[in-house]
Every structure is written in structure tokens, then in C-alpha cells.
């Protein structure tokens, strides 16, 4: 069923042939351990938030489900953006079993951005949700803790819209 990716930055290039991949997935972890830098590059100067994960989903499963909780979240609140590091703890970690690593790693397998994932699979984003294999009950519920959070967080909202930024 599953064979490990050798060349991975080979095997997809269509977006929507990584949708045909994940629909295959008969489970979403393997025995191999990936080492990830999750970033948000427009952002990086104004909002740091770099995360490094360690996760067995192979790298393009994994592309897939920041994409699926991107869209997820978009579908709960379209004028929150998410970073990396509001997603990591609560729900990479707690959701998706992926270790959150407290220290940057320079030997990481890939760096995944959430612009460019957007960027890449906004097109195909109803199949992206669609993905059964990323379906978690209790995603909703924690997005929603994240983008209609509280107060502090509409206040926020409004001061960005305000400034011209829409995340």
C-alpha cells in the first residue's frame, strides 16, 4: 500500500494529483519520522512565527492536511488567517499527534509555508475538505477557539481590517 517517497519533490506535479494520493492513503501515519518548518514568509518580518514539528505523515500527506486545516479554519472565520504557531499546540499536537519541537531544527525535511499552501490549493480547496482521512471532530471546535476566540481576538480583526490587513 504504501511505499516510501524518494522523490518527493518529483512525485506530484499537480496539486490535484496530491488530492488522488491522499484519497489512497489507507492510514495517514508511517513508520518514518519527518522533521518540518512550518512559516507564514509575508508575515515572518511584522509576526514571527516559525514552528518545527516532527510527525511520521510523509510530506505530502502533510501538505495536504495544513492545507485541509487552513480551509477548515477559513470556513469557520474567513478574515482570520492562521499562523503556525496558533495551530502547532493545539491542534497538530492534540489532533494529529505531531510533536511540536521546542528548539529550531536546521535539518528539517521540509519547510511547508501557509501562503504558498493557500496559494496552491485554494482552487482545489471543496476536494482538499473533502479529504475524509484529515477529518477530526474536534477540529472545528478548536479552530473556532483560535479565530472567534474572544474579544481581544474581534478587536484584533477589526484593527487589522482597519489597517489594511487581511490575513
Known amino acids: ?55 511520521n505523515i510523509d510530506p505530502y500527506a502533510f501538505e495536504v492536511l495544513l492545507a485541509y486545516i487552513l480551509f477548515v479554519a477559513d470556513s469557520v472565520n474567513s478574515i482570520h488567517g492562521l499562523f503556525p504557531d496558533e495551530i502547532a499546540d ?20 521540509f519547510l511547508y509555508d501557509f501562503y504558498f499552501i493557500w496559494e496552491d490549493y485554494c482552487s482545489i480547496s471543496d476536494e482538499v475538505k473533502g479529504l475524509e482521512i484529515f477529518q477530526h471532530q474536534e477540529l472545528r471546535n478548536e479552530l473556532r477557539k483560535i479565530v472567534l476566540d474572544d474579544e481581544i481576538s474581534n478587536q484584533t480583526l477589526e484593527m487589522n481590517a482597519r489597517k489594511g490587513f487581511i490575513l
Do not use: G, W
Open 1 to 55: 500500500m504504501y511505499k516510501v517517497l524518494e522523490e518527493l519533490d518529483e512525485l506530484f506535479e499537480e496539486k490535484d494529483e496530491a488530492i488522488v494520493y491522499c484519497k489512497r492513503l489507507e492510514l495517514l501515519f508511517i513508520q518514518k519520522y519527518y522533521v518540518y518548518k512550518l512559516s507564514h514568509f509575508y508575515d515572518s518580518k511584522t509576526y514571527p512565527s516559525d514552528v518545527y514539528v516532527r510527525t
Open 90 to 109: 493545539p491542534i497538530l499536537s492534540n489532533l494529529y499527534n505531531v510533536e511540536v519541537l521546542k528548539q529550531p531544527m536546521d535539518d528539517y525535511v
